[in-house]
C-alpha cells in the first residue's frame, strides 16, 4: 500500500524564493495569489489529495473500467466523489476566467496544482485534465454563446470535456482523417465517424460530456488543411440549457490498458451527431493545437507527478526495510540489519530521482510563468520571448521528462526487490500508469521531431538562442561564487556540448535532413539535461542564499549537494549525447529495411 | 496479437562461425552435437515454440494462475499441454547427463534452444527452468540415490522442481532465515517455517512437486553458516517409486504480480514437512549456489528473449504502419503514407535494440561455452580461466542484460504508439515479464555489489585481467584490417575505460569501500558494454570472412553496419560511465537520510 504527500515544502521553495512569482503582482490573477492565498490553496490541494484521492488510486486501478451493453461505461468506486469533489472546490477551473466560472488565479499556481493532483491519482485526474484542454479551446475558439453554454457547467464538474483527434488508422498524421462533418439548414453539423483512444469519451462522473471533434467538412481540402472543430454534446442541450435527448454518439467499446486503468479510454461511433463549429472552416488544427500544447506539457507535468510520488514511498521504504549490513560495518547494530538506505547503491538510485524531480519541477513550473507571461504582459518582446520558450520547452518537456519520469517510477520500483513486483504492493502501478506520458500526446519520437525540424529552426533559430543567452548570463554571473563552483564548470562545458550540437543540426537541417533527425531524441535528451542543470544553478544558488540569511532545514542544506549529484551523475551524459548526435545517421539509414 | 519467429539464422551463425563449436567435438557431449543434430534440435525447438507455445503467451497472460480453497493451483489453458510437449520431447534434460534420463548435449546447445522457449512463452518456461536448477543441484550435492530418486522424473517432465530460498523478512540477506529443520531417528527432517516467492511451488502440470529448501537445522551456527540443503516432495515416495501421500508443504497463496502471469509464484507453508538433507549439515548455501548462478545466467538469457521477441514485432509493424511522409519526400508515393520504418528515429530505436540483441546473444553463448569446458576440460588452466570468466561475468550478465533488455521492450512498445499501451496488442505483456528479469534471482543492485565488492577483486583480480587479455588481444589482431577500423579504434578507447575503473575500484575498495560501491552500477555498465562490444569486434570479423569468400545474405551484409551502429551509438556511453565513477561517491553518501 502506498501513502503520499505533497512536496508542499518544496513548491514553495520554487514559487516564492526561485521564481519569487510575487514579482508580477501586476499580472491579472497574480495579486490574487499571494503568498496567503497559495499557502491556503496548496494546503487545501494536499488534504483533498492525500486524504481523499490517492486511497482511490489502487482502487481505479484495481476496478478499472467497465461497459455495459447499452454503451455506458461505469467508472471505479469512488471516482464519481473525488471527482464531484475537484469540481465543487473549483479545482477545474483554477486558473479559467472568473467571468465563465473559474478561479482567475495563474495557470503557475495551478501547474503546482496539478501536479499534487496527478501524484494522488492520476487516472482520475486525467477527466479534469481534459475537461481543462475542452475549456481551453472553447476560450480561445469558440463564439460568445459557446463559451457562455458549455465552460461553467465544465469548470463545476456538473459537465466534462474530450479532445477526439484519433481514428483507426491515423494518429500522428491527421492528415489521414475521415471523419466527415455535413452542415445542416440551421447552420449547424451532421458528423458521421469513429474516434478512437478518446479518453473520458464515455463515463458516469458527470450528465453530460462535451466532445471537441475534428472533422472534415464534405468538400473541404484534402489533408490537414480541410480539417475543422466542432462541439458535439453527448446529451442535446434543451431551452432551459439542461441536458436533454441523446445526441448520435456512442461508446462502442473501451480499451484494456497497462495502466491508468481508472480513466475510460473510448472508441466513440458517430453517426450524424449534430455539432456546430468552433472557430473557422478548415481551421480546426489551429484549435486542436490550443488544446494539444497545453495537453503536452500536462504530459511532463504527469510523468513528475508519478516519479514524485515513486520516489516517496521508496525513500520511505529504503529507510525501513532492513537487510544486510554497510560495508563499512553495523550502522544499525541493535537491529537484525541495516536499513537498505545504507548502501551507495540504494542512495544513488534514490538522488538521481530526487535530482530529477526537483529540476522537472522547477522547470515545468518557470515554463507555467512563461504561460502566464505569455497571456498577460502587455510588453510585446516579453510576449514573444514567452511565447518563443512555450514553443521550444514544449516537446522538451513532454519528451524528456515523460522518458526519464518513466524510468524513475521503474527505479523506484527496483528499491523493493521482489515485493516491487507484486500489485499489492502498489509500486508496479506507478510504472504502468506513467508509461503512457511516453505515448500519448504524440509520442516521443514525435515530439523529438518536432523538436529539431521545427521548433529549433523556426525565425532563425530565435528561441533557442534566447535560452543560450539566459543560461550563459546566469553562468556568467554564478562564475564568481565558489559555492556554485561544483556547478557552474560542468554547465558550462555541457551548454557548450548543446550549442555545437544546435550548430550541427541547423546545418544538416539545410544539407541532410535525415542526418539532422537521426540525432533528434540524443538532441532532445541533451536539451533537457542542460535545461534541467541550469534549474539547478537556480534552485542552489537560491539554497545558498538562503542558507546564508540563517535558515536552515536538512531539505535546504541537502540542495547543494544533490545540485552536485545531479550534474556530477546526470548532466554529465551530455557529451556521450553529442558524440551520438555527431555520429549522425550514416549507420541508421545504411542498413536496408528488409535486413531489420 | 503477436508472432515469433526463432532466430535460427543468427544462432547458427553464432554457433557455427563465430564460435565455431565443432572444434570442441573432443569435448563430452559435443560429438553428438554435431550440425546436422544442432540443426534438428534448433528446428524441433523452433517448431514447438513458433506453433505451440507462442499462441498460448497470451492466454497466459490473461487468465494467470488461480489457488482455490484447498490450496490447489490451476495454471492457465494449454499451459499443461505445453509443459507435457517440454517434458516429452527431451526439452527440460538436453544438456543434463544421459544416465540420468538426459539428453547429453552441450549446454551451449541447451542455452540456443532456451532462448527460444523463453521468447515464446517466458511464464511456461520458468517451470521448466526451475526444474534444470533443482536437478543441477541435486546432481552437484546429491546422493546417488536423490539422484536415481527424483531426476529422471523431473526431467521427463512427470515431476517438477523449485528452489526455496526467500522468506518474508529476508531476500538478498539469508543469514536471517528462520525455517528450521528437526533430525529423525530415521534420518530424514522435519521442515517447518514459510517460504515466500516460490516459483511453481503450486501447480497442476505434473504429478508431484520436488522442493528444495534451505532451513536451518535445530543447534547450527547463526548466518549463513547455519544453513543446510533440503528436498522435500509434496507428495512422499512410495515403495514403488510412487507419489504417494501428501508430505506437510502447501500453498499458502499466491502473488498478484505486475506479469509472468501464469507462473505460479507461492507462498509455501512448511509445518513437519518431511525432507532429507542434500550435500552436507550447513552447507546449505554452496549448494544453493550452484542453482542460483545457473539461474542468474538464464535471467540474462530471459531478458535477452523478451528483448528479442518484442524486436521482431515492432520491426514487422515499423514496415507495415503507414504513417506520415518521409523527410525527404514520399517513399512510398502509391500509398496513402509511408510505413514509419523510413523515420530515421523510428531506426535508430530499432537498430539500438538489434544491436543489442545481437551481442548479447554472443556473450551468453560464449559463456555457455566457458560452462561445457568448465565440466568437460581436462586441462586444469583452461578450467580455471573458464571458472574464472563464469564467475566474473554471471552478475554482468544477469545485471546488464536485463537492464537494457527490459528497456529494449519499452523501445519495442514505443514504435507502436497508443496502441502499444493496448493490452491485445500484446507489445506491453513483453515489458511486465520483462520487468521480473531485473528483480529476482538477486536484486541488480545486488548484481553490481557482487561484481565489483567480491568477484572483481577476488584472487589479485585474476578474472579480469585475463578478459582484458583476450580483449585487447583480439583488439590487436584486428588492427590491421580496415573493414573492422570503425569498431577497433572505438574498442580500444572503452577497453581503456574500463582498465582505468578497474584500477580506481581496485584502490577505492582497499581504502574506501563506499567509494567504490558507488560506482558498482555503472561499472558493471561499463564492464558490460565492452563485453558486448568485444562480441561485435568478434561477429563483425566473422562477417566480414564470409562476405570475402561469396557468401551473401542481407542479414550477413547488415552486420558490419549493425556492429558499427553499436559502437557509435551504445559503446559511446563508456566515457560517461567512467566520469560517473571517477566522481565517486562523495554526494551519494552526503546527504543524510532525513532529507532523502
Same mark, same amino acid.
Given at each position: 500500500m502506498t501513502t503520499y504527500q505533497a512536496p508542499l515544502q518544496d513548491i514553495h521553495f520554487l514559487l516564492n524564493d526561485v521564481f519569487q512569482i510575487d514579482r508580477f503582482s501586476n499580472l491579472a490573477g497574480f495579486a490574487d495569489a499571494s503568498l496567503d492565498i497559495r499557502t491556503a490553496v496548496l494546503g487545501e490541494a494536499a488534504k483533498l489529495s492525500e486524504e481523499a484521492l490517492h486511497p482511490l488510486n489502487a482502487? =481505479?486501478?484495481?476496478?478499472?473500467?467497465?461497459?455495459?451493453e447499452n454503451g455506458e461505461v461505469a467508472t471505479p468506486t469512488g471516482f464519481r466523489d473525488g471527482f464531484k469533489s475537484l469540481g465543487e472546490g473549483g479545482w477545474i477551473g483554477l486558473s479559467a476566467p472568473i467571468e465563465y466560472g473559474g478561479q482567475g488565479l495563474p495557470t503557475t499556481v495551478a501547474t503546482a496544482v496539478g501536479e499534487i493532483f496527478a501524484s494522488a491519482n492520476m487516472a482520475l485526474e486525467i477527466y479534469a485534465g481534459l475537461s481543462r484542454g475542452a475549456v481551453a479551446a472553447l476560450l480561445k475558439h469558440g463564439s460568445e454563446?459557446?463559451? /457562455?453554454?458549455?465552460?461553467?457547467?465544465?469548470?463545476?464538474?456538473?459537465?466534462s470535456g474530450t479532445m477526439n483527434l484519433t481514428e483507426p488508422h491515423c494518429g500522428t498524421d491527421l492528415? @489521414? #482523417?475521415r471523419t466527415k462533418a455535413v452542415q445542416q439548414a440551421d447552420g449547424s453539423f451532421r458528423i458521421t465517424g469513429t474516434k478512437i483512444f478518446i479518453s473520458g469519451g464515455e463515463h458516469d462522473l458527470t450528465e453530460n460530456i462535451i466532445h471537441l471533434v475534428l472533422a472534415r467538412i464534405e468538400g473541404a481540402p484534402p489533408g490537414i488543411k =480541410? &480539417?475543422?472543430l466542432f462541439v458535439v454534446p453527448k446529451r442535446l442541450i434543451d431551452a432551459g440549457g439542461k441536458p436533454g435527448e441523446r445526441n448520435g454518439v456512442s461508446c462502442g467499446s473501451i480499451e484494456h490498458k497497462m495502466g491508468i486503468r481508472g480513466s475510460a479510454t473510448c472508441v466513440l461511433n458517430y453517426d450524424n451527431a449534430v455539432g456546430w463549429l468552433v472557430g473557422r472552416e478548415n481551421k480546426g488544427m489551429e484549435a486542436m493545437f490550443v488544446m494539444m500544447n497545453e495537453a503536452r506539457l500536462g504530459v511532463g507535468l504527469q510523468a513528475l507527478s508519478q516519479s514524485e510520488i515513486a520516489y516517496q514511498n521508496a525513500a520511505t521504504y529504503a529507510k525501513e526495510r532492513l537487510q544486510g549490513r554497510a560495508l563499512t560495518g553495523p550502522q544499525a547494530p541493535d537491529k537484525s540489519a541495516d536499513p537498505i538506505i545504507v548502501h551507495p547503491d540504494v542512495r544513488r538510485t534514490l538522488l538521481s530521482i530526487r535530482a530529477f524531480n526537483e529540476a522537472a519541477r522547477a522547470l515545468i513550473f518557470w515554463t507555467a510563468l512563461k504561460e502566464d507571461l505569455a497571456r498577460c504582459t502587455e510588453d510585446p518582446d516579453e510576449r514573444e520571448l514567452a511565447e518563443d520558450h512555450l514553443a521550444l520547452i514544449t516537446p522538451v518537456i513532454k519528451g524528456v521528462l515523460s522518458d526519464r519520469g518513466f524510468t524513475n517510477t521503474v527505479a523506484a520500483q527496483q528499491m523493493f526487490g521482489g515485493h516491487g513486483y507484486i500489485v499489492e504492493t502498489g509500486m508496479e502501478q506507478f510504472v504502468r500508469d506513467c508509461r503512457i506520458t511516453m505515448l500519448y500526446e504524440g509520442a516521443n519520437g514525435i515530439q523529438a521531431l518536432d523538436l529539431v525540424a521545427r521548433k529549433l529552426?523556426?525565425?532563425g533559430a530565435r528561441a533557442i538562442h534566447s535560452f543560450f543567452r539566459d543560461v550563459n548570463a546566469f553562468i556568467d554571473e554564478s562564475a564568481g561564487s565558489s559555492a556554485l563552483s561544483p556547478l557552474v564548470q560542468p554547465m558550462r /562545458?555541457?551548454? /557548450?556540448? @548543446?550549442?555545437?550540437?544546435? $550548430?550541427? @543540426? @541547423?546545418q544538416r537541417l539545410r544539407e541532410q535532413p535525415n542526418e539532422a533527425v537521426a540525432g533528434s531524441t540524443d538532441f532532445m535528451n541533451l536539451f533537457g539535461l542542460v535545461a534541467l542543470g541550469y534549474m539547478w544553478l537556480r534552485i542552489v544558488k537560491t539554497a545558498n542564499q538562503r542558507l546564508a540569511a540563517g535558515d536552515s532545514s536538512p531539505e535546504l542544506a541537502a540542495k547543494p549537494l544533490i545540485g552536485r549529484f545531479f550534474v556530477e551523475h546526470l548532466l554529465s551524459e551530455t557529451s556521450t549525447l553529442l558524440a551520438r548526435i555527431? *555520429?549522425?545517421g550514416a549507420t &541508421? #539509414? *545504411? &542498413?536496408? $529495411?528488409? *535486413?531489420?
Open positions: 482502487v =481505479g486501478d484495481r476496478e478499472g473500467c467497465s461497459r455495459n454563446q459557446q463559451k /457562455r453554454q458549455f465552460v461553467p457547467k465544465i469548470l463545476s464538474g456538473e459537465w492528415g @489521414l #482523417m =480541410g &480539417v475543422s529552426p523556426r525565425d /562545458r555541457s551548454l /557548450r556540448e @548543446l550549442e555545437q550540437a544546435t $550548430a550541427l @543540426l @541547423l555527431q *555520429a549522425g &541508421v #539509414m *545504411a &542498413v536496408p $529495411a528488409e *535486413a531489420i
